[in-house]
């Protein structure tokens, strides 16, 4: 088990003008900020990072989604930090999702739910260095 675990404010959380208020519940949930930036994926980003899902039917539309707008790309450390992320935004679902979630406040639909949250600490890793250097990581 590692302490990091990767997340990206995605582009609904942005143009709702919701980051200010998704990097404060992140914060106060205990979780330190180890590299960040916001930037804007272009179409092969999207379909490398979400390479996963090539063969199911929203992928597409995922990409498209994801490149319409910039993200804030995240590493955060806390002990338990993967687990303890995923409680903290919710399921993928907004209205599954438990009340004072990530999702549950910020959320739209399954398909716009403001966050990502890597889903282990394998997936962790290999997320936060496609977006992050060691050099950006403090």
């Known amino acids: 088990m590692t302490n990091r675990t990767f997340t990206m404010l995605k582009p609904d959380s942005l143009e709702k003008g919701n ?12 979780f330190r900020i180890v590299a960040m930036k916001m930037t804007h994926m272009t179409k092969r980003d ?7 899902h090539n063969e199911r039917p929203f992928f597409g539309e995922l990409v498209e989604y994801m490149t319409r ?26 209205e599954d999702a438990a009340e004072g979630t990530i999702r549950k406040l910020y959320a739209a639909s399954i398909g716009e739910n403001a966050v990502h949250g890597s889903d282990s600490d394998e997936n962790a ?4 260095a496609f977006h992050f250097s060691g050099r950006e990581m403090f």
Not at 19 to 30: D, P, R, W
Not at 69 to 76: F, S
Not at 80 to 94: H, K, M, Q, S
Request: net charge negative; charged share 20%; hydrophobic share 55%.
């Open 19 to 30: 980051t200010g208020a998704i990097l404060e519940k992140i914060n106060a949930a205990g």
């Open 46 to 52: 999207a379909e490398a990072f979400y390479a996963v």
């Open 69 to 94: 707008g910039p993200i804030v790309a995240a590493i955060l450390e806390k002990e338990n930090a993967v687990e303890d992320f995923r409680v903290l935004i919710g399921a993928t679902n907004p």
């Open 125 to 128: 890793a290999i997320e936060g």
